[in-house]
């Protein structure tokens, strides 16, 4: 131990130990510049930040071991293998300065102080450990895996549909969005023409990337699923390569205010360099949103760290997702429940991760990119209201705050503060329900907030953006805030907290109340408050720096208050025209139960779906009735009913190719009951624009009218209102030719040849004609001038031993005429086979057709001109082909051996 200041070195470390939590923060009060915490009371100092202070309770010099991270401490020294290290510096080094100091260590990436290195164990501890300037060095992974496959879009559960009906000018305006990961499909017709240049795209194109950039902002073109958050928000993309922050440089020119990571690592409890710098990133640029995904390993248990072993929890995929000032997603179904894949908390420190839930039954990918487009909702609402852009604390805040409270009461280790709420969010900003202000060091901070009678749920939400906390330390919260509501009645009510204790039980207990000394976001709820002022009161304890931003978004819900979320006049049922759709409301009635009704005719008659609904659940699935009409429900609670707006009950619509010819193009579609008409859209312009409205099934157009060749066709009821729109389809890809579509021959055994032809359609026919070889010559052999079908058929029974050639022609009013490519078939009734051809090729293919083919071989055989078998081949269907060997010019003979006995011939074989 260390008793006199005279013994430290300033670029040595040193261990401190306090003998209690209370003396620790007195020490650090002092703005000692801690390198890492070891545990409450124990930490790493540098000897010239001690030397200004007393001498704590306990001092000892430290060897280099405590820069290692959890999953190197067990390493051997003897390891030889080699891998890839993040290194954390004091103060950043230039690559040549950095090279000169590890010889023979490749250097992979520098970014300002945090470097990629590759060596092995030894080197690493032998040169790297030793120098003063490295504060860190983890066995971080590098390797980024997207986490989702397969694209579940659906905007209501997080009533993200309902903001859209509500604010239908809100689409992400000036708003910019980098998806971090491979490229996205920029020429995809729900994306397209929103491309900005990031220099820094992946040269992979990825399906994964084009969804997670469609859920985010696709404009909906190609069908409803196609449709996402934030229509107009422009995308760049960023390579995943490389799994730090961009440079700052890239953000500002590009305007970036949002960046989504739909992508994990694995499973790393520990707060890394990647963490400390997305930490850094945002108190560099305070507006810029970083959105990850939970992570698929929701069963898995971390093998490292505090949570070690215990499966379910703790399972988050990377150590960047331990980062206080970023937004961490995981995933729920329709019902808010939680789902068993979403990677779950809590971080490694014991925070409440993830932050968020939203809808996903396929990968927390989709989750997080949902929350990625309503931040940039919030962003353009924000620009318009008040000017310039939210900090993230902020966004933070109204997300947290307007997320539906889904789990365990209060915040859990599995969903977080809750489920998306995107319009719940948007509320709290559009009404002024939100405080931004800054508190210095142990000081308070008060706010009233004025509460009316007849509400409950007064839920408040402080997050401010903390100072990058030291990699590697065991806490990684630095200023800490608290947050406490005193009521009008001078009860004093304090946040939600977990116990973040490792073990299973711990983790899945209900949240209680109490101080929260780990977490940047504090929340409180009163439940049932009583009208009057309250006060919000925010202290600061103990402060790294001088003063700490804080933002704060409350809300409350209204008594006797009921609302429907879905469906809007904006919403087809079912969601996507298919599958099943709940309706979705939120009560706030005494009465808890209701009676669910539909009417198709106007209101006029109601007809009941479900009776005794409990209103509190908000949900109901309902399988739609196969009909296309225009429809209303209701919720009849007591003498009260709460009616829909009217909205639509379609499926959309398949429309087919007629014909494609090289001047037009004909599209038809089945009649849907209930449509007085259809709207035709075509693609133009990165949008789906009207071309016509038709109340017949089909359209003809010039070709050379459309630049593009993608079209949807949409039901149109009485009074305008549309049915959902088809899905866009590209008619120069559906293999139509100009109105023949197939036309076939196929041999009827002992009958005759059996001709087959299908017509794209009927219209401007006038006439469909068989026609059959003879000579030179074609003859008519049927004439079809019944058109009621597109499909023809004719057996000819009269055709000729051997080939028979036959074609289509298609005649039409205007008297033009359509001829189609010969096809043929063999009909054999008097011979037994057919040999051809004969003369052949030394080398080519034989071709045998058989009259009658039966189950048992039929053998064939060749022999030379003075009878020596030359080979054999087993015949083992009606038609065989089989090669010539090279053998020399000649007149051969040949048998075929049948259970009737032997049928034989010659073949010439020529050069």
């Not at 903390?466 to 919260?477: E, H, I, K």
């Not at 996507?576 to 808890?592: I, P």
């Amino acid at each position: 131990m260390i008793s006199s200041k005279s013994l430290l070195s300033d670029s040595a470390y040193y261990v401190v130990e306090f003998e209690n939590e209370e003396e620790a923060k007195q020490y650090l009060a002092k703005k000692t510049l801690i390198v890492r915490h070891l545990n409450s009371s124990t930490f790493i100092v540098r000897g010239e930040d001690v030397k200004n202070l007393p001498i704590p309770h306990s001092l000892f010099k430290a060897n280099d071991l405590w820069k290692l991270s959890d999953n190197l401490v067990g390493l051997s020294e003897g390891k030889n293998k080699r891998n890839v290290y993040t290194l954390k510096l004091r103060y950043p080094l230039h690559q040549e300065v950095l090279t000169s100091l590890l010889p023979e260590i490749k250097i992979r990436d520098v970014r300002n102080n945090a470097v990629l290195i590759e060596c092995s164990y030894d080197q690493l501890r032998n040169t790297v450990l030793p120098l003063s300037n490295v504060v860190y060095v983890g066995l971080e992974s590098q390797q980024a895996r997207t986490e989702s496959r397969v694209l579940d879009l659906n905007l209501a559960p997080n009533t993200i549909s309902y903001l859209h009906h509500q604010l239908p000018d809100l689409l992400g305006n000036g708003i910019t969005v980098s998806v971090k990961e491979e490229t996205y499909n920029r020429n995809d017709i729900d994306l397209e023409g929103r491309y900005i240049e990031s220099g820094l795209q992946s040269a992979t194109q990825d399906l994964h990337a084009t969804e997670m950039a469609t859920i985010i902002g696709g404009e909906g073109n190609s069908f409803i699923t196609g449709k996402g958050v934030a229509r107009e928000v422009r995308f760049t993309s960023s390579s995943f390569a490389v799994l730090s922050p961009d440079p700052l440089s890239t953000y500002n020119a590009l305007d970036i205010t949002v960046q989504n990571h739909s992508y994990g690592t694995q499973v790393e409890n520990i707060y890394g360099a990647l963490a400390e710098a997305f930490d850094q990133n945002v108190k560099q640029i305070p507006y810029l949103l970083h959105v990850f995904s939970s992570g698929n390993d929701g069963a898995l248990a971390s093998t490292t760290g505090a949570y070690s072993g215990i499966a379910g929890f703790a399972n988050l995929t990377g150590n960047f997702k331990m980062s206080k000032n970023t937004l961490t997603v995981g995933s729920v179904d329709t019902l808010g429940r939680a789902i068993s894949f979403s990677s779950k908390g809590p971080a490694y420190d014991g925070r409440i991760k993830p932050e968020l839930v939203s809808y996903s039954m396929v990968g927390s990918s989709n989750s997080a990119a949902l929350v990625s487009g309503v931040a940039g909702l919030l962003q353009q609402a924000y620009k318009e209201k008040v000017g310039g852009l939210p900090s993230v604390a902020l966004q933070k805040a109204l997300l947290i705050n307007g997320a539906q409270d889904v789990g365990n009461v209060g915040p859990d280790f599995k969903t977080g503060y809750g489920n998306l709420d995107a319009w719940y969010s948007m509320q709290m900003l559009q009404k002024d329900q939100f405080i931004e202000q800054t508190v210095n060091e142990f000081e308070t901070s008060i706010h009233q907030l004025t509460i009316p009678d007849n509400v409950r749920n007064l839920k408040i939400t402080l997050v401010w953006d903390d100072v990058p906390g030291q990699v590697n330390s065991s806490v990684a919260l630095v200023n800490d805030l608290d947050l406490t509501i005193e009521t009008p009645s001078t009860q004093f009510v304090y946040p939600w907290i977990l116990d973040s204790s490792p073990s299973l039980s711990a983790l899945e207990k209900n949240a209680t109340r109490g101080e929260d000394h780990l977490n940047n976001i504090e929340q409180v709820l009163v439940e049932q408050p009583e009208a009057g002022i309250y006060k919000i009161i925010v202290k600061a304890n103990m402060l790294a720096t001088n003063a700490q931003a804080y933002s704060i978004a409350y809300s409350w819900d209204e008594e006797e208050n009921f609302n429907w979320f879905y469906p809007t006049a904006s919403d087809n049922m079912p969601y996507n025209g298919e599958a099943g759709t709940y309706f979705q409301w939120k009560s706030t009635l005494v009465q808890g139960s209701g009676k669910l009704e539909l009417s198709m005719d106007g209101g006029n008659t109601w007809q009941l779906i479900k009776d005794n609904v409990d209103l509190s659940t908000g949900l109901l699935r309902w399988k739609t009735p196969d009909v296309n009409t225009l429809a209303q429900a209701r919720m009849v609670v007591g003498t009260e009913a709460y009616e829909t707006d009217v909205f639509t009950i379609s499926q959309p619509i398949i429309p087919k190719v007629g014909f494609n010819c090289q001047d037009s193009v004909l599209l038809k579609w089945d009649k849907v009951n209930g449509a007085n008409s259809y709207r035709v859209k075509y693609y133009n312009n990165s949008r789906m624009e009207d071309y016509l409205l038709t109340s017949d099934t089909s359209f003809i157009f010039n070709e050379t009218q459309s630049i593009k060749t993608y079209f949807a066709i949409q039901p149109v009821f009485e009074n305008g209102e549309v049915g959902i729109q088809g899905y866009a389809f590209d008619y120069d890809l559906q293999e139509i030719a100009c109105y023949l579509r197939s036309f076939y021959a196929q041999l009827e055994p002992n009958e005759g040849i059996n001709l087959f032809a299908e017509v794209g359609t009927s219209y401007g026919i006038s006439r469909v004609v068989f026609q059959r070889q003879e000579g030179d010559e074609f003859i008519d052999i049927e004439i079809n001038t019944s058109l009621e079908s597109n499909n023809f058929s004719f057996l000819d029974t009269s055709p000729r031993q051997g080939l028979n050639n036959y074609r289509l022609v298609l005649y039409f009013i205007n008297g033009e005429q359509l001829v189609s490519e010969v096809v043929g078939d063999y009909f054999l009734t008097t011979i037994p086979f057919l040999v051809f051809p004969n003369p052949i090729s030394a080398g080519a293919d034989l071709q045998i057709i058989a009259k009658q083919f039966k189950t048992s071989p039929q053998v064939f055989t060749l022999y030379n001109g003075n009878g020596m078998k030359l080979f054999t081949y087993d015949l083992l269907s009606d038609r065989e082909s089989l090669q010539i060997p090279f053998l020399p010019p000649g007149i051969y003979l040949f048998s075929i051996q049948t259970e009737e006995g032997f049928n034989r011939g010659k073949i010439l074989i020529t050069q």
